[in-house]
């Protein structure tokens, strides 16, 4: 299982699998990216797929998580109570 913490545009990946993914070094303490977090949950990463925002434009990928537990969960999150959970990242992940 890997944990995800999403907050408002930022990602948090905890697991060395998605380390080729990470672009990029967020120097914020733990706590204060759990605390501004739309949603924390505990799931399993079940598929990982790059595309292309639009023609010629930049290239993400989509990363669909089986939520095995939500920790928490703003009122306003999107996926809030859902079976699984995707995640967007910015570049191709491998």
Do not use: Y
């Not at 944990?3 to 408002?8: N, Q, R």
């Not at 501004?36 to 998580?65: M, N, Q, Y």
């Amino acid at each position: 299982m890997k944990a995800a913490i999403v907050t408002a545009g930022f990602l948090v990946f905890l697991g060395a699998w998605l380390a080729p993914c990470v672009a990029g070094e967020l120097r914020l303490p733990l706590n204060e990216i759990a605390q501004s977090a739309d949603l924390i949950f505990i799931g399993t990463a079940l598929e990982s797929v790059s595309r292309r925002t639009e023609p010629g434009k930049a290239i993400v990928t989509d990363i669909t998580f089986d939520v095995v537990d939500q920790i928490s969960a703003r009122t306003t999150s999107r996926q809030k109570n859902e079976s699984t959970i995707t995640v967007t990242l910015a570049g191709h992940c491998h």
